[in-house]
């Protein structure tokens, strides 16, 4: 996994550009709010196919990345499942880290 990538997102948590939980994330990619959203990759597949769908109507970019440890200890909580990152800046970088990795 990409540590720059982490980086970037505990820099955007920090900011307060983040969403985190499926209720929070739902709503920023259903207002507008959404550059990007990460989904753990050991998350449920219920949830996977909740955004994966709701990204893809809304045209969200939409990442399966690190697993909810990983996402949890980069956004100061225990276990994350969803993530928006709701500042265009920071997604790109984000977004640019990722695909860096592929």
Not at 28 to 56: E, P, Q, R
Not at 69 to 98: D, N, P
């Amino acid at each position: 996994m990409n540590n720059k990538m982490f980086g970037l997102l505990g820099l955007a948590c920090k900011a307060g550009k983040i969403k985190t939980g499926e209720t929070a994330v739902k709503a920023a990619i259903i207002d507008g709010d959404a550059y990007l959203v990460l989904v753990a990759t050991d998350a449920s597949a219920n949830t996977k196919k909740l955004f994966s769908d709701k990204c893809s109507y809304y045209e969200v970019p939409y990442f399966e990345y690190g697993t909810k440890e990983e996402l949890g200890r980069h956004t100061g909580t225990e276990y994350r499942a969803s993530i928006a990152v709701i500042e265009e800046g920071f997604a790109k970088s984000i977004q640019k880290k990722i695909e860096e990795e592929q």
